[in-house]
């Protein structure tokens, strides 16, 4: 039986259990674990795999890269403008008064200050704090360096531990099932359906801009490249990666599961192994959704006049800093009140919009994870079917 309908069984038996016997909480401790063991071997493995292939990398991957970052970019950008396209069409308030609590960027500047810090912290600290983008910058210069000093020996061994921990993951992979039934079973018993009821039409607003994006927008910017039909691509990304991503809500955790679909893809493995770790930090498209829509959101409730102009500049910069929070559980709405501050709304109000943000994050995290996630996949396949077109 195929992994990915073991996984859909895995769903409905654990929304049943949620919804028959939500006592049973035991259940739940299923999906922690399977988070909590794709979190332990993500960071192992993009460490690993991009310093191997670096190593053994050999020339042309240059314009796939180019490619790719125009990819994620642009298509962060654009879900930013659907989303102020919609709030605009769509208004929607909120029901202020809640509290949060949590500390948010005062600037721009803050969130790009923690970005270069981040990238040059302790190696090891990287690792065990899954630090992704000092993962990365650390791996990179390592795999560079052992390109150039390293025996072939030595580089062999490299690739083959790669492989190792690659086969281990695969194994974790497999017990996704169990794992999606344990989340499911906590999502559902926890929150029930609540959520619709009071917070409806902002939910609704933000999953239909994320849809937009994911069916429209991204395979719009994939056909300009490829000239083929993106849905048979698009499709496979949303049924391995995202299915799997939404109930995970960690992109931290889909960083081997879209690892095994790009190899199953039959992509380049010295490509992948980078473009899909920088996917999981860059690639924010539903982020972008979420901090338009929630601060414009905020604006449209307390009486802020916001031209169309100037919502989509501060969703473009919204969107640019979301990178640098991309590895904090529920970093998008902790932009919010940055974002909330461009048209001089304090930051009182604002983190009550964070606080709902965390309500509905059963949706709208599970969503903004899928998106993103998937379209790590997608955008890096389009990438390598565009630079063998043009070979």
Partial sequence: MSLVLRILIGLVVGAALGLLVPEWTAVGVLGTVFV??????????????????IAKAGGG?????????????????????????????????????????GAAPGALTDVFTNLLANMVANPVASLTQANYIGILFWAILIGVALKLKASETTINVVHDFSEVITLTVKWVIQFAPFGILGLVFSSVSESGLEIFTVYGRLVLLLVSCMAVNTLVVNPLIAFLLTRRNPYPLLFACLRESGLQAFFTRSSAANIPINMTLCKKL????????????????????????????????????????????????????ATLGACGTSGVAGGSLLLIPMACSFFGIGNDVAMQAVAIGFIIGVVQDSVETAVNSSSDVFFTATAELYDRKNQ
Avoid: Q, W
């Fill in 36 to 53: 909590g063991a794709l979190k332990a071997i993500a960071p192992v493995l993009v460490a690993v795999l991009v310093a191997a292939s």
């Fill in 61 to 101: 991957l240059g314009p796939r890269f180019r490619t790719v970052i125009m990819l994620y970019l642009s298509s962060t950008v654009l879900a930013a403008v659907v989303a102020v396209v919609c709030s605009f069409l769509f208004p929607v308030t909120l029901r202020l008064g809640v509290e949060a609590e």
């Fill in 266 to 317: 039959g992509l380049d493995e010295d490509f992948y192994s980078v473009s899909i770790p920088l996917g999981a930090t860059v690639n924010m498209n539903g982020a972008a959704v979420t901090i338009t829509v929630m601060t414009l959101a905020v604006a449209h409730t307390v009486g802020v006049e916001v031209s169309f102009v100037s919502a989509i500049v501060l969703s473009i910069i």
